[in-house]
């Protein structure tokens, strides 16, 4: 089993940045493809950026964020971050990161298997 906590979440205005974490435990991190997923009210929950394991070599993102985000991750400290700049209100959801276990690197929801609770990002006008 893997445990993942989201924190970094909150309120930012209209262009600001944040960074958000995911704290994984109960595996080998390294071993861990991870992605961040986001889900807006009413809406069904979308990819948003994946790093392959070990080094993180590959990296993706949805069209919606790519220049904006970048996924990062620090196996000695068994965390993966979303940095985001330039937000707009349209990034308003929340944000949840997801473990795959024996793949490299994947974009796809279904093939995640351990997802943290999320934290919630805000963005205003």
């Known amino acids: 089993q893997v445990q993942l906590v989201e924190s970094g979440g909150g309120l930012v205005q209209a262009g600001g940045s944040l960074r958000l974490s995911c704290a994984a435990s109960g595996r080998t991190f390294g071993s861990l493809a991870m992605g961040w997923f986001r889900q807006a009210p009413g809406k069904e929950r979308e990819f948003v950026a994946a790093?392959?394991?070990?080094?993180?070599?590959?990296?993706g993102y949805a069209d919606s964020v790519k220049g904006r985000f970048t996924i990062s991750r620090d196996n000695a400290k068994n965390t993966v971050y979303l940095h985001m700049n330039s937000l707009n209100p349209e990034d308003t959801a929340v944000y949840s990161c997801a473990a795959a276990s024996g793949r490299f690197y994947t974009t796809r929801r279904n093939e995640y298997d351990y997802w943290g609770q999320g934290t919630q990002v805000t963005v205003s006008s």
């Open positions: 790093i392959s394991w070990w080094s993180g070599s590959s990296t």
